[in-house]
């Protein structure tokens, strides 16, 4: 049994570690916002033809997306996570096994190619004040 007691607070540390109050200590001191962003739930294409931030679940009822799936039927509808999984980031781990944008997989898109495709979605969908929020924009 000695020899699983530091195994099992270690273990207990990362639990911990993934809980209200030491969760915010680290998300604080480890450089990560405590607030979320709206980038950080920002998704792409493969082709980079269409941008979207919101929940996932919503993707459906998206205008915009389906306005892409309208001008491009050819086209993969994978929408991919911008954010790389950081598994040194031990606080996260709760967040990366229970939330499903972490289910998605994941896309390196350089900052010129994203500036890029957003300008593409400025001009080329209907979305409101040229802007991501297409899902509020009404359906027809």
Known sequence: MKKYKPFLYLLLFIILS??????????????DS?????N???YVTKDLKYLYG???KDTLQNY??????AMYPLSNPTLYRLQPIEPWKFWRWGEYLLKEKW????RYVSH???EEADLFFIKTYDSPSATL?????PSY
């Open 18 to 31: 993934n809980l209200l109050p030491l969760n915010v200590f680290f998300r604080i001191f480890g450089g």
């Open 34 to 38: 405590i607030v979320r962003g709206t």
């Open 40 to 42: 950080e739930s920002l």
């Open 54 to 56: 919101g929940y996932l």
């Open 64 to 69: 915009c997306y389906r306005q892409y799936r």
């Open 103 to 106: 289910r998605q997989p994941y």
């Open 112 to 114: 010129r190619e994203l």
């Open 133 to 137: 929020g297409c899902e509020t924009y």
